[in-house]
Nanobody, 125 residues
Framework: QVQLVESGGGSVQAGDSLRLTCVTS????????MGWFRQAPVKEREGAAA????????HYADSVKGRFTISQDSAVNTVALQMNGLKPEDTAMYYC??????????????????WGQGTQVTVSD
């Protein structure tokens, strides 16, 4: 069973930064796409960023491009999401996901098998 554990969320002001971390099993982090997703109240879950560390392939949603950076440290089985220039519209529960089934859609939530419990990010004006 793959386990994903997120941390790093919090309440910040607009313009501030946060770094989210997801710890997972060695097998998952070294062989598969890893993704960060978010879900705001009354909205559908959406992809923010995804990474395939073996090739260095990275994808970002347009809404976070230029502000968020995804990275992976396979030595410690960790995937991080550095979030800079946070905006109130970034407020959401952020989830880490693993095992992408359809590699043509790395930012589609329904294509991932394993999920963490999430970490809350709240950005105020």
């Amino acid at each position: 069973q793959v386990q994903l554990v997120e941390s790093g969320g919090g309440s910040v002001q607009a313009g501030d930064s946060l770094r989210l971390t997801c710890v997972t099993s060695a097998y998952t982090s070294s062989r598969d796409y890893m993704g960060w997703f978010r879900q705001a109240p009354v909205k559908e879950r959406e992809g923010a960023a995804a990474i395939y560390d073996r090739t260095g392939t990275i994808h970002y949603a347009d809404s976070v491009k230029g502000r968020f950076t995804i990275s992976q440290d396979s030595a410690v089985n960790t995937v991080a999401l550095q979030m800079n220039g946070l905006k109130p519209e970034d407020t959401a529960m952020y989830y880490c996901a693993a095992e992408l089934r359809n590699w043509a859609h790395p930012l589609t939530p329904s294509e991932y098998t394993y999920w963490g419990q999430g970490t809350q990010v709240t950005v105020s004006d």
